[in-house]
């Protein structure tokens, strides 16, 4: 069965910090790993998405994540982060091969102080 | 175009009563799932609809079953509720055109069961 394990619970970074939120997944098979983000009273949304090609992807609000095959691994970075960017973030992992269904991390909550 | 819509927003039940909970996707998604979102749970699948069929489903007790229009629209029940089920659930919906769709989510219905 497929997991996903985001060990940052709740961060708090400064405005202009960078940010960079692990997350690693549990899968023998080929993966689509994206990131979703829910600000405050809003719906989650999709950051970015990876599923092939350059291992490094790029999304909205200039967050990107590296996909790292041999850690299993797909970090979230964003260079400088802005008080607009607190919010919850989740990493999720779906078959390559079947259906839609997204396996989600616990989530990290991201608290950014002006 | 219209986004995921869910209704109601907000539901307040006692325990062993049943609930119903509606969503419209967005117009052309054929697929629509249906996730439970709690704190201590996190997000985890409840069931995948597409062309009214159930496609796939997650580990969840038969008291949660769905349903899915010829139009797309799909709803989820929950009968004989308990307080453990209060939560947010939210559907989500896509093209399904493979598994790397985006999934777009709506707003959740809030479910508090007394």
């Known amino acids: 069965a497929q997991s996903v394990s985001q060990h940052n619970h709740h961060v708090i970074l400064s405005e202009a910090a960078s940010l960079e939120l692990g997350c690693n997944y549990s899968y023998g098979g080929t993966v689509n790993l994206f990131w979703y983000v829910q600000y405050p009273g809003q719906h989650l949304q999709l950051l970015l998405k990876y599923f092939s090609g350059d291992p490094l992807v790029k999304g909205i609000k200039g967050f990107e994540a590296e996909f790292i095959k041999s850690k299993f691994s797909f970090n979230l970075r964003k260079p400088s982060v802005q008080w607009s960017d607190t919010a919850e973030y989740f990493c999720a992992v779906n078959s390559n091969f079947g259906n839609e269904k997204l396996t989600f991390g616990t989530g990290t909550r991201l608290t950014i102080i002006p | 175009k219209a986004g995921v819509t869910q209704t109601p927003r907000y539901l307040i039940k006692t325990r062993g009563q049943q609930v119903t909970l509606s969503c419209s996707p967005i117009s052309g998604h054929r697929s629509v799932s249906w996730y439970q979102q709690t704190p201590g749970q996190g997000l985890q699948f409840l069931f995948e609809?597409?062309?009214?069929?159930?496609?796939n489903k997650g580990n969840f007790p038969g008291r949660f079953s769905g349903r899915q229009f010829s139009n797309s629209r799909s709803e989820m029940n929950v009968s004989t509720l308990e307080l453990g089920d209060s939560a947010l659930y939210l559907c989500?919906?896509?093209?399904?055109?493979?598994?790397?769709?985006?999934?777009?989510f709506g707003p959740g219905t809030r479910l508090t069961v007394l």
């Open positions: 609809y597409f062309s009214e069929t159930q496609r």
């Open positions: 989500a919906s896509s093209l399904a055109s493979g598994t790397t769709d985006t999934q777009y």
